[in-house]
């Protein structure tokens, strides 16, 4: 079974529009976490959820916007897309919000803005 | 400004060889150091953690890595690298925001073990 899992993998589309990124874990965590990849492999947190609601947010974009319909769950929109905004976006999550523990990541979804 | 540093893009070791990874931290207070690796295409996978106790951590697939407070370093270490270990490998440090932690990588340092 796969702990966290992000859908799309891929996701190709034009400056200007929206899109959604999704991402579950069945591990029973607490806390999720989107994190962007860039194309140095510079990796940044973004936000970070536990039990639903927002605790960090790394000075995002307001286009994007997570949202927790429930703690398995951590969603990314993004709206009015940007060149800059190709990466790849992580997905993780942890038992708590105190990295006493491992974070498990998701095998990422890779953005393409044109 | 806490943080970790890999001072290193890439580390080439032939197989059989040891090999180690660098790390250097700065933090405030007693640091929690992490080592995660990812292999292409895929998420980043767990490693090893310091968080107190023995210096010498060891973690999945043979690797180690050595807690040294003086130097405020954390390397990296496999007695006899294999050549899928090649692969990029981040060390991190948990940094506390508003009484909830984050985790700060580096810049990663990419492993290449040749045959």
């Known amino acids: 079974d796969t702990a966290v899992s992000q859908t799309p993998k891929y996701l190709v589309t034009q400056m200007g529009n929206d899109k959604s990124i999704k991402c579950e874990q069945n591990l029973g965590h607490d806390t999720m976490y989107w994190y962007k990849q860039d194309s140095k492999k510079f990796l940044k947190i973004m936000f970070s959820y536990n039990n639903k609601e927002l605790i960090i947010n790394e000075t995002v974009p307001n286009r994007f916007s997570p949202k927790s319909p429930d703690k398995a769950h951590l969603n990314l929109h993004i709206n009015s897309l940007e060149l800059g905004d190709s990466a790849v976006y992580f997905c993780a999550s942890s038992q708590d919000g105190l990295d006493t523990h491992e974070q498990y990541f998701g095998p990422g979804t890779r953005l393409t803005v044109t | 400004a806490q943080s970790v540093a890999q001072p290193e893009d890439q580390v080439n070791v032939a197989e059989g060889n040891p090999l180690t990874v660098k790390c250097t931290y700065s933090v405030s207070g007693n640091p929690y150091l992490f080592w995660y690796v990812q292999y292409p295409n895929r998420g980043l996978q767990f490693l090893l953690k310091?968080?107190?106790?023995?210096?010498l951590v060891k973690g999945s697939y043979g690797f180690e890595a050595e807690f040294n407070k003086s130097q405020t370093s954390f390397h990296l270490k496999k007695p006899s690298a294999l050549v899928s270990d090649s692969a990029l490998y981040f060390c991190?440090?948990?940094?506390?925001?508003?009484?909830?932690?984050?985790?700060?990588f580096g810049k990663g340092t990419m492993l290449l073990v040749s045959p």
């Open positions: 310091y968080i107190t106790g023995d210096n």
């Open positions: 991190a440090v948990r940094v506390m925001n508003s009484g909830y932690s984050t985790l700060t």
